[in-house]
């Protein structure tokens, strides 16, 4: 049967709207490339700015000065680039320990490196960072000197420095019957910039007992107290990075600053053990 030559034509043209139409719909998609940081490598001049120790999480990413994303370690992250580009990767922390707080470390340095990405390749980093050289360590209490930095009233358990094997020195509380409260000032005060200066708290820990982070300080008005965190008992170490930054912002022209720590022993309990190392008061 003969076919009409017009029928024919729309017939094709049809077909041709079709296959160009899935061209649009789906249309050639770029292939990324990957960066994965598994680990971040942290260094510091021990004498100045006291141990290593740290508690990085996450990376966060910026290609070319544009900002990417923060990404816990681990992750693939897709890039939509080829060719040498300068990947900035910053740090991440937990701030106050809690997960929906991820935050770059500000007193850190942030990583500069040219990678020549490639579509469908991975680029795996192993970023160093230190502190930034403006950094100010106000407090570095790593218990490997003669003297403490913090005292303790003598209703309050003491302070007792112990040689372990996770860094050092580190100083050792013992609560029972006869002493069944621990609280400890730093014997210095000190005076924190305000306003929006990252300001921070670090802390190594391994404690059977719950314990709580706080700051004092003078004004005009009298003695502020600020409890700041009630950080939880661990049986490994752990370090936490206590936020100072909100309070010092509220508590303008506050001076003498000093940091205490207290803890009880525990409901039921015969004794309770907390071990501290690394506290750091830094901006």
Known sequence: MKM?????????CCSLLIFSSCNIINPTEEI?????VDSVGVYTDVLTQGSSTSNIVDAWVTV???????????????????????????????????????VPYAVFRSFDTL??????VIHKIVPRVTYASETQFLLNENFDNNSLLFSTPVTSASII?????????????????????????????????????PTYIEIDYKCDADFLVGVKASTTLGPLDFPLL??????????????????????????????????ALGENKISDTLRFDNIKLVY
Not at 4 to 12: D, G, H, P, Q, T
Not at 76 to 100: D, F, M, W
Not at 115 to 120: A, I, K, R, S, W
Request: hydrophobic share 35%.
């Open 4 to 12: 009409n030559f017009s029928k024919v034509l729309i017939l094709v």
């Open 32 to 36: 990324p490339a990957y960066i994965e």
């Open 64 to 102: 070319d000065g544009e900002f990417l994303c923060g990404y816990p370690l681990g992750t693939k992250v897709p890039v939509l680039y080829s060719g040498k580009h300068t990947v900035t990767l910053r740090a991440g922390i937990l701030l106050n320990g809690i997960e929906g707080t991820r």
């Open 115 to 120: 990678v020549d990405l490639q579509p469908g």
């Open 161 to 197: 420095v112990e040689s372990n094997t996770y860094d050092g020195n580190c100083g050792r509380v013992v609560l029972d019957a006869a002493h069944n409260s621990f609280a400890c000032t730093t014997i210095d005060s000190f005076d924190l910039p305000g306003g929006t200066k």
């Open 230 to 263: 009630g950080i939880r008992a661990t049986s490994v170490w752990k370090k936490i990075y206590v936020n100072l930054t909100s309070i010092t912002s509220q508590a303008q022209g506050a001076r003498d600053w000093k940091i205490y720590m207290n803890a």
